[in-house]
């Protein structure tokens, strides 16, 4: 039996297979080692996986995650799932490749991720080839939940926020803006709870103007300063996994439009793609 699973800042989604590529599939919590560590990772995983998972049967995980940008992060991850999968074999890879895998399988091109965080990368079929970092929630993130979040809080914390959203917005949360503030600057895993007021501005029907603007304003952001950076990024077609890339897609489209590009595939979740990726390359190596 084999495990892959495609892992963000938020959420996990987890794939069994067993000998007949029969799929079992399952979540758990995002794990993002810039913000966790293997303990934390190891406890969460023990608590949050089926307790009648065939633990020592599984011989291989594949794993990709948010924040695994080297070797150091990728053994924290690696560490914990060692330890709850003691015989299988544990490859740990950027989140980035899961989703140009799953974008793409073998074919080249470029590949986005606009969910909690942002990413993007050129692909050519079978490794990145070209990456401009995001920056992360505090220095960009541009595009993502957390972008789209953080501007939604900035803008009640500072009174900008119209009244009749900022009034659904109170009611909904019941949050002060100290209690945000506190929420943002003391507590843990403040990309997360920045990325989660993106549903929100997905839901909000109280003044579509004001939240679309926010919508396309961090859709713009992403596109002047990360994808049009790409070296003829127009000649490529905009492929995106992501829920804040899913959720507002019609505005990403507007957008890509707007700079040139053609759209492909935008999908929220990589892990049935990526499943079909690593079935296809188990059948190439029985075959080899």
């Known amino acids: 039996m084999i495990i892959i699973a495609d892992g963000g800042s938020t959420k996990t ?38 307790q009648d998972l065939p633990y020592d049967e599984v011989i291989e995980v594949n794993y990709y995650g948010a924040g695994v940008h080297n070797k150091e992060k990728a053994q924290i991850v690696a560490k914990a799932i060692e ?4 015989k299988a074999k544990v490859e740990v890879g950027h989140d980035l490749l899961a989703a140009a895998r799953a974008l793409l399988g ?31 929630y505090i220095l960009g993130d541009e595009g993502s939940g957390a972008y789209i979040g953080k501007k939604l809080l900035t803008d009640f914390i500072r009174g900008l926020m119209p009244k009749d959203v900022a009034e ?18 003391s507590k843990p895993l403040a990309n997360r709870f920045c990325a989660s007021f993106s549903k929100f501005v997905y839901d909000n029907n109280v003044n579509i103007g004001y939240t679309r603007q926010i919508v396309e304003d961090a859709f713009e952001d992403f596109f002047a300063n990360l994808v049009s950076q790409y070296p003829n990024y127009k000649d490529y077609t905009f492929n995106c996994i992501g829920s804040v890339g899913y959720n507002f897609r019609n505005v990403l489209e507007a957008k890509a439009s707007d700079y040139g590009m053609k ?23 029985k075959s080899n």
């Open 13 to 50: 989604n987890w794939c069994l297979l067993d000998q007949s590529n029969k799929k079992i599939y399952f979540n758990t919590e995002g794990y993002n080692p810039y913000f966790v560590d293997s303990e934390y990772i190891e406890s969460s995983l023990r608590k949050g996986l089926p």
């Open 83 to 86: 330890s709850v999968f003691p």
């Open 106 to 136: 073998r074919n080249s091109g470029f590949a986005a991720i606009l969910g909690t965080g942002t990413n993007s990368c050129i692909y050519d079929g079978h490794e990145i080839t070209y990456h401009i970092d995001s920056a992360a």
């Open 168 to 185: 659904a917005f109170f009611e909904t949360y019941k949050m002060t803006p100290d209690e945000i503030m506190d929420a943002v600057y």
């Open 263 to 285: 759209v492909g595939k935008i999908i929220r979740s990589p892990i049935d793609d990526l499943v079909k990726f690593h079935i296809e390359r188990l059948e190439e190596k």
